[in-house]
């Protein structure tokens, strides 16, 4: 099921999408839940087309863990090995956007890098999940861009501005919950030109791996974001350009890239 957050006059509430196409081609509705997505929850049968309402990232995490360096031809792209352990970092929840929504370039850079990556969306409460209880702690999956300034990235120590700036986690356009993510196409265009494409078959440790060993240190939460790491690809944005991740059994998220003003 494609779960949709989404605002109808005023309103924000979830939404199964039912049919086919992207989200321009006017072939989608919604279904609206009732009650909330991650615990019980049924469809009202009330259908509203999803071209008459606003999209929202459909998650609001209490925390984002991303991780870098989990394609080897994107560690090799940026001059760096595979790391021994997995470096994670985290992105605050006020990064985040939804679909559509505009990925602001930050002041105090100039060089924007687009990375598109597979987000994990957690389900239920959960620490210290064995391996075998990984796929029962996850809600679904979505298609993230872990914008990156890549300057900043390289003369500051930690990470916290590079890719933590406000609008740098675009997330969506739904979360797809019955999918098996071991060997899905991940995709990122600028403009329409492909710039990366990765398969996640080719990650260095796998969604289970990253459960794992996030969760051997924190509790997570329901609605939490893993984000799973980029292929080889990354390159510039700039003021204007239209920026679209897709994902193989998900969708296809895009944003456009503004001055920020
Ligand atoms: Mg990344």
Redesign the pocket.
């Known amino acids: 099921m494609r779960i949709a957050r989404f605002s109808i006059d005023g309103n924000v509430a979830f939404g199964a999408v039912e049919g086919e196409g992207a989200v321009e081609s006017g072939g989608l509705v919604l279904d609206i839940i009732k009650g909330i997505p991650y615990t019980d929850f049924e469809l009202s049968g009330t259908k509203v087309p999803l071209s008459k309402v606003r999209l929202l990232p459909p998650v609001l995490p209490n925390k984002i863990v991303?991780i870098?360096r989990n394609y080897a031809e994107h560690a090799k792209e940026l001059g760096h090995e595979v790391p021994e352990v997995p470096v994670a970092f985290f992105k605050p929840t006020t990064s985040v956007i939804g679909p559509g929504d505009a990925i602001e370039y930050p002041s105090f850079s100039s060089e924007l890098h687009h990375?598109a990556?597979l987000a994990v969306v957690i389900g239920r409460m959960c620490r210290e999940v064995p391996r075998e209880r990984v796929k029962d702690v996850i809600f679904g999956y979505t298609c993230a861009n872990?914008v990156?300034a890549r300057d900043v990235q390289k003369r500051e120590a930690q990470w916290a501005r590079a890719k933590g700036f406000d609008t740098s986690c675009p997330l969506g356009p739904w979360v797809e919950t019955d999918l098996d993510p071991s060997d899905l196409a991940v995709q990122a265009t600028v403009n329409g030109e492909q710039r990366q494409l990765g398969r996640t078959s080719d990650m260095i440790r796998s969604i289970e791996d990253l459960v794992v060993h996030i969760t051997e240190a924190m509790t997570l939460l329901p609605g939490d974001v893993i984000?799973t790491?980029?292929p080889a690809g990354v390159g510039p944005l700039t003021v204007g350009d239209e920026v679209a991740v897709t994902i193989e059994g998900i969708g296809t998220l895009t944003n456009r890239v503004i001055k920020r003003g």
Do not use: C
């Open positions: 991303a870098g990375e990556e872990d990156t984000l790491g980029t």
